[in-house]
């Protein structure tokens, strides 16, 4: 290799690339604090991008397709923004207000149930384990004598709370000043989006600009491209994802109705939100409803799992691929894997956002490769087929 110059600066940012990542291994903890630090700095901007990304998805669809007829017309043209943004806001307020109005008061219906059903399951459960003793032969005296005093627990826990409430009263000027903090960058967020949205055409054309102003054009294009990708997987797995924990949520909650069984409503609207995470998510929510139906009746939770189970299997293979299709164009085995990643990194947000995060390099990759095969594949075409030797024809 030569040393010239190009080469020398690829040579130097390797091992000043290494130095730092060597330094930034060997002082972890610092590096991680000063990461927080600078997170926390930036978190309501972050925070407002996130929010802006999903009000977009709203928003456009109403510039776009409900409002497409008054394109051309001067006086909406000045107010389209406004009335989509606003719009927007109000429909995910208005679906956020009216899942707590319904859900809310059957929560606290069915926690009320359940305060009344525990102790009844825990003596049902010890009189089932008394008479499968008898029926072994085996020595059911100390099944007998487990007794479970709901009035000593009740008295433990509030002398706990007694005990702790010294604890609690001091760290409440702690918990008051991070409920003020997180309101206040909420509120900081909310700005944030609202000005990303009403001039997001002239905010990407400035980072256009100073992108191909300081950057290679060709590099800069190829940036541009991997972000317009990004932007549209990331679009189509957020209104996928939530389309289909509304189909499942619906049809769970209008099965259980049909099935007579407890807690329709709770379970539904559980078994929904937990189908936002792929894959994992709707079994998460199958089990916590089948536990809560079990302590009201074993057989009508046995019923609600070969219930959910047929439903997972029409909705997978019949609706979802109708409604939400090939959302992200990622494989099965790489959504499991992306999915199992992502959440032994980072839990839940990890399961979220590793989904379509793949699905960009996927599809990156995808390009890669299928460019290599071309660029292979040109030279054999472009090259004259051999003729044909005279004499073979004698």
Aim: hydrophobic share 55%; glycine share 8%; charged share 15%.
């Amino acid at each position: 290799m030569d040393l010239d110059k190009k080469n020398s600066r690829k040579i130097f940012g390797f091992i000043a690339f290494g130095i730092i990542l060597f330094v930034a291994m060997e002082n972890l903890g610092a590096v991680a604090g000063a990461a927080g630090r600078i997170l926390g700095l930036f978190w309501p901007f972050l925070l407002g991008l996130c929010i802006a990304f999903i009000l977009n998805i709203p928003m456009r669809l109403l510039e776009e397709r409900v409002f497409a007829g008054l394109k051309g017309k001067k006086v909406w043209n000045k107010i389209c923004r406004p009335v989509c943004m606003v719009l927007s806001i109000v429909i995910i307020v208005a679906i956020v207000f009216f899942v707590m109005f319904l859900v809310l008061p059957e929560l606290v219906r069915t926690f009320t149930i359940l305060s009344r059903s525990i102790p009844v399951f825990v003596t049902d459960v010890q009189n089932w384990l008394i008479k499968l003793a008898e029926d072994f032969d085996i020595s059911a005296d100390t099944i007998r004598n487990v007794s479970i005093d709901w009035d000593k627990m009740i008295s433990t826990a509030v002398t706990f709370l007694q005990d702790g409430a010294t604890t609690v009263l001091n760290t409440t000027i702690g918990v008051t000043t991070s409920i003020v903090n997180g309101v206040v960058n909420f509120f900081l967020a909310v700005i944030f989006a609202i000005y990303i949205l009403a001039a997001k055409e002239k905010l990407g054309g400035q980072i256009r600009k100073f992108l191909r102003a300081f950057i290679d054009p060709k590099k800069a294009d190829q940036f541009l491209y991997v972000c317009s990708l990004s932007s549209r997987i990331f679009g189509n797995f957020v209104s996928g994802q939530c389309t289909e924990a509304v189909i499942l949520g619906t049809l769970c909650w209008l099965g259980m109705l049909l099935l007579r069984l407890p807690y329709p409503l709770v379970i539904g609207a559980l078994v929904g939100l937990t189908a936002l995470i792929p894959i994992f998510g709707a079994f998460v929510g199958c089990a916590v409803g089948a536990f809560l139906i079990l302590i009201v009746s074993p057989v009508k939770a046995l019923i609600f799992i070969i219930f959910f189970l047929v439903l997972q299997q029409i909705e997978g293979n019949l609706i979802y691929p109708k409604v939400v299709g090939t959302s992200v164009g990622l494989p099965g085995i790489w959504v499991l894997l992306a999915v199992t990643i992502g959440g032994s990194m980072f839990g839940v947000i990890g399961m979220l956002i590793f989904v379509p995060l793949c699905s960009v390099l996927y599809c990156l990759f995808r390009e890669a490769v299928h460019h290599r095969l071309r660029d292979k594949e040109q030279p054999t075409a472009g090259k004259a087929a051999p003729a044909k030797d005279p004499a073979a024809k004698k």
